[in-house]
């Protein structure tokens, strides 16, 4: 889905994505940390149906792309861009997702001067970030430079909307935004997908459990390290895979030639969601520590995990508990991990069950409609009624 342009010249270098559909009614410019899945989830996949009919249309630019303006003519250079991009784009808000590099303010003049609100989004605490996801993301996030941008961004701009009602609580404990906007629903999934037979084709009796992250979350991984190790050492019928820069952390290297690993993909969300489709695994594993970082979370895994039609067991903490009162989930506590997986391993009625409300659920209550109504719901708040672009597009 993503499209990186980089035309030396025009307004449109140094993006990281961009829609063609510049004449859209419903028109994003996002300032990203990274592009990536974040934006994916929040912005670019809900609006789909709006994109593919030039209703709507989204660029964004990241830190990476703002710092190489920066190297070729400084701050100026900065500003002299962002408000090209305003001027040529014409969008109805600027996204500031998850960014708080350093050229926070000629965003907000560029979009100040443009008469264009601004809207904060945010999927993690990222005001306290634990070292726990590791040194060099806790370096990044904790410098004082960064911290200090977040908090005058939060106060800066129009609305700060998150994704979890943990969340929420988190920013409101902390700072006073001029309004606040909160998801019902952070990210969403095709119920149709659920269940279906996509995956490889496995031995006789074998049992596939995986787990799906990034490298940040190896010190959650190690919470069920030793499990894992019991149940590959008991078990010869149960297979291990790691799927996503998690491999790469040390603890998935102890582990040698005992489990499979498939790397980070290099593509769109969509071709993620692709690729952990076809993998075939049984269970899905989500491990989380119990720490005030996690417990602003999604349940963003269950729903990814549920969506490749596999069983999930997850970590007994509030980010899961709903999920785990209606049946789409097994739930477990720190210790329990190795008995968990061998339950499930064993129990292919329980892992049908899992998977089936797990289907149900998600055509409730995780529809792709749901997140996309939200998106439009928020831009239309930020306009006055003449103003206000139309919005009477149904998927």
């Known amino acids: 889905m993503s499209k990186s342009l980089k035309t030396p010249g025009t307004p449109r270098s140094d993006l990281a994505f961009s829609d063609e559909a510049e004449d859209a009614p419903v028109r994003l410019l996002i300032v990203a940390d990274r592009y990536g899945a974040t934006q994916e989830i929040s912005f670019v996949a809900p609006l789909t149906p709006w994109r593919r009919i030039a209703a709507a249309a989204i660029r964004v630019i990241d830190e990476p792309g703002l710092e190489a303006i920066r190297k070729r003519g400084g701050e100026a250079e900065v500003l002299a861009a962002l408000r090209a991009q305003l001027a040529d784009f014409r969008p109805v808000a600027v996204v500031i997702s998850r960014y708080n590099g350093r050229d926070y303010e000629s965003v907000f003049t560029a979009a100040q001067n443009a008469g264009v609100p601004v809207v904060f989004h945010l999927d993690d605490d990222l005001f306290e970030v634990p070292i ?20 005058r961004i939060a106060e800066m701009a129009d609305v700060v909307y998150v994704s979890t009602p943990a ?29 279906l037979e996509r995956g490889r084709g496995k031995a006789d009796g074998e049992i596939q459990i995986g787990y799906m992250a990034s490298i940040g979350h190896s010190f959650d991984l190690e919470l069920i390290a030793p499990a894992l190790r019991m149940v590959l050492n008991t078990r010869p019928d149960v297979m ?54 996690n417990r602003c979370k999604a ?65 409730r209550e995780y529809s792709w409609r749901r997140v996309e109504d939200q998106v439009i719901d928020l831009l239309a708040s930020l306009h006055p009624p003449a103003r206000t672009p139309k919005m009477e597009f149904t998927s």
């Open 299 to 363: 349940p963003t895994k269950w729903l990814e995990y549920a969506e490749a039609g596999m069983a999930v067991l997850a970590s007994d903490m509030s980010v899961y508990a709903q999920l785990a009162a209606q049946g789409a989930l097994l739930a477990c506590g720190d210790d329990e991990w190795a008995q968990a997986i061998i339950r499930l391993a064993d129990d292919a009625s329980l892992r049908g069950r899992l998977v089936g409300t797990s289907r149900q659920v998600i055509a």
């Open 167 to 195: 969340l929420g609580h988190r920013v409101r404990a902390r700072l006073n935004p001029k309004r606040l906007v909160v998801s019902d629903v952070y990210v969403g999934a095709d119920a149709a997908l659920a269940g």
């Open 240 to 293: 291990l895979h790691f799927f996503g820069t998690i491999c790469q952390s040390d603890v998935v290297k102890e582990f040698g030639d005992r489990v499979e690993r498939t790397e980070r993909v290099r593509g769109s969300y969509a071709d993620f969601r692709s690729i952990l489709g076809g993998l075939g695994w049984d269970i899905g594993l989500a491990p989380l520590r119990d720490h005030d970082f």
């Open 132 to 151: 726990a996801l590791g040194i060099d993301i806790f370096r990044r996030y904790r410098h004082p430079h960064r911290v200090h941008a977040m908090y």
